[in-house]
Nanobody, 118 residues
């Protein structure tokens, strides 16, 4: 059974930091492109960051460049998103996504809420 379980969300003040985790199981994590998406109220889901299986290629949305860092641990089957200098506009539900390059299957987590407010 495929599972992507996000954790680490919460309420933080502007300028604060959070570290999101995505624990994967039930598929071959090490051959999957991993991504973080977010969806704010009344907005479409947007891609925040992605990382290739080896970690050699990383993408960031312009809105988070220089503040967020995506990483992965293939041995542990876990992906991370370090979020620094958080802004109110970062408030959203953050989702973990896996694209298995061999099976072409696409998997989603249930999401974790991030709220940035004073």
């Amino acid at each position: 059974q495929v599972q992507l379980v996000e954790s680490g969300g919460g309420l933080v003040q502007p300028g604060g930091s959070l570290r999101l985790s995505c624990a994967a199981s039930g598929f071959t994590f090490r051959r999957s492109i991993m991504k973080w998406y977010r969806q704010a109220p009344d907005k479409e889901r947007e891609l925040v960051a992605s990382i290739t299986p080896s970690g050699s290629n990383i993408f960031y949305a312009d809105s988070v460049k220089g503040r967020f860092t995506i990483s992965r641990d293939n041995a542990e089957g876990t992906m991370y998103l370090q979020m620094n200098n958080l802004k109110p506009e970062d408030t959203a539900v953050y989702y973990c996504n896996a694209a298995d390059l061999y099976s072409s299957n696409d998997y989603w987590g249930q999401g974790t809420q991030v709220a940035v407010s004073s």
